[in-house]
């Protein structure tokens, strides 16, 4: 593998540091919205059958022409099956971080600027004990408690302590 002495590592969602070969990978830019609902001190998560078993913010790649927070709520519909408005919700904290990702589930390396919204619902609560089955893997609630004890997707995770700090 031919690498560059000053090539920066790319970080996997489990924070293991993996290295591009520069003659034959590609790092292609990307932007990507996620929500951090919070409520009764539990914070929703998915866990996606691709994600090797990793909690994380529901969220992802925002479309051409699509606003950072439309795509957010799109995302956190499609990926744990929660419908919100943006007049449903209230933006508590905004987070953005630009990271060297590295996709394990597809093997590419992404240049990601990456958007959180933490925000919190108005009105009926969504809170619930169970984990359930959404189209592309699981949603569960953890308390910030159990954040700290949970092998949460290692960039989500710096959102989070962004957020609960």
């Not at 929500?35 to 539990?42: F, P, Y």
């Amino acid at each position: 593998m031919a690498r560059h002495p000053l090539m920066r590592p790319y970080y996997d969602r489990h924070g293991a540091a993996h290295y591009p070969d520069v003659e034959n990978d590609t790092m292609r830019p990307r932007t990507g919205a996620w929500i951090a609902l919070r409520e009764k001190g539990h914070m929703l998560m998915v866990i996606a059958d691709n994600a090797c078993g990793v909690p994380e913010l529901p969220g992802g790649g925002v479309d051409k022409g699509e606003a950072l927070f439309e795509a957010a709520l799109r995302e956190l519909q499609e990926e744990a099956q929660i419908s919100l408005s943006p007049h449903s919700c209230e933006v508590l904290a905004e987070y953005q971080q630009s990271v060297n990702f590295y996709a394990d589930d597809r093997a590419e390396y992404w240049d990601y600027a990456q958007n959180f919204f933490l925000i919190q619902q108005t009105g009926t609560s969504l809170y619930h004990k169970t984990i359930d089955s959404v189209p592309e893997g699981r949603r569960l609630w953890l308390s910030v408690e159990q954040m700290d004890f949970s092998a949460i997707h290692y960039f989500h995770a710096m959102a989070i302590k962004a957020f609960i700090k």
